[in-house]
């Protein structure tokens, strides 16, 4: 007599221990437990995190609020439109650095070049455009092609030679600061025409009030549709996804600092243009990272190099591509430094420019280990170091303690860091 086992198994699976089986929870995202406990879920979450290590931007932006409040108590002159507006607009060109040194961080790596490399981009443009005629736009883009050219012979010897990122971008250092003191000549100082393209980088300002608020809708509306949008997909594909009401909640506290930012431009000379093109780089930069395919496998490449080459990643093309991109926005911020001073000198790329950008990208909360960081990071952690340093020369307290200062809050940012992912790795979660 023939038995039906295939039967027989399946339903001694299912009626196996009906009283366990009753008694089962079914496994719950905790993310809709903590909405539908209301602020007593958020609150619950939020220390969960914090024993987690999960803190995101909080560290960095309450910091950000000491180091202002602290300042302006100091000197009533810190948070006026004037002092703000310039803080936005120094903090640029060493930003735009920043944000390539992000890429390289979250490759677990790091690039000591870029201050060079900003100062040959500066260099290159003073060259071509004063000195050889050259028109401005065309010396633009090769003053950029230069960091990017430069930025991938890094990557080449990094990736396919097997040179320490560290060892081949500390030759770059070299390399590229001599490169600039030959092409400027024996003069070492070429000014630039303050008319011009690259110094309106930083010298225009959109006056038209509706220039600041009109950013500030275009970015709330872009923010909330971007969520709304996202929520849609998720709830689509049957994954959990944020309620509308935590849209709106996150969409009216951005319209309000964005708002907030756009009143205080208006106090002063209006929008300026270099923050209008930074916001625009972060933009892109966020997109480029947390929604396409390259900026996964960059990811990927910061958590394990030897897993992504085992999924078919390209692990070598990835880090080429990834030096270039850190030297092309070294270019940029060369070019935004060269405009803030209308020149070309020989101290370009030099001083504490290349400690700054990497400070920047690690106080906004990029890891040092790879594989955490937003560009966005970028943004917070050069908001800080400017406000330290112009927060520093109001009360006119000498370089040397700004750097003192910088110093001991990057250590402080860098211990953190490492407490943190020593907790998320007790926790379970890296």
Known sequence: ???????????????????????????????????????????????????????????????????????????????????????????????????????????????????????????????????????????????ILTGTAAGAIHGFVFAKIGVPAFAVTLAGLLFWNGFMLQILGENGTINLDSEGLVAKLTSYYFTDVAAAYGLATVVTAGFFLSSFLGNRRREAAGVPSQPLSDTILRTVLLAIVAFAVAAVYNQYKG?????????????????????????????????????????????????????????????????????KIASANQGAGGGDLLMNAIAAAVIGGTSLFGGRGRTWNALLGVLVIVSIQYGLALEGIASPVQYMITGGVLLATVVIDAITRRTQKTAGRA
């Open 1 to 143: 007599m023939s038995i039906d086992k295939t039967t027989t198994t399946a339903d001694a699976h299912v009626v196996e221990n009906p009283e366990a089986a009753a008694g089962s929870d079914v496994a719950v995202d905790p993310r809709l437990l903590v909405r539908e406990q209301g602020f007593a879920g958020y609150l619950t979450e939020f220390k969960r995190k914090l024993k987690a290590g999960d803190l995101g931007s909080i560290p960095v932006v309450l910091g950000l609020v000491v180091i202002w409040v602290i300042f302006q108590s100091l000197n009533s002159n810190f948070l006026t439109a004037g002092n703000l507006s310039d803080i936005s607009v120094a903090m640029v060109g060493t930003g735009m650095i920043a944000v390539g040194i992000v890429f390289v961080l979250l490759l677990g790596e790091i690039d000591l070049s870029v201050g060079s490399v900003s100062g040959v981009a500066g260099a290159t443009f003073a060259v071509l455009n004063v000195t050889n005629g050259m028109s401005e736009w065309t010396a633009f883009v090769l003053a």
């Open 271 to 339: 929008l300026p243009l270099a923050v209008v093109i930074f916001i625009a780089v972060l933009l892109l930069t966020d997109f480029v990272l947390r929604r396409t395919s390259y900026g996964r496998k960059i990811f990927a490449l910061g958590g394990s190099v030897e897993a992504s080459r085992r999924a078919g990643i390209n692990v070598e093309m990835v880090r080429i591509s990834v030096f270039a991109i850190a030297g092309t926005f070294a270019a940029i911020g060369g070019l935004f430094i060269a405009s």
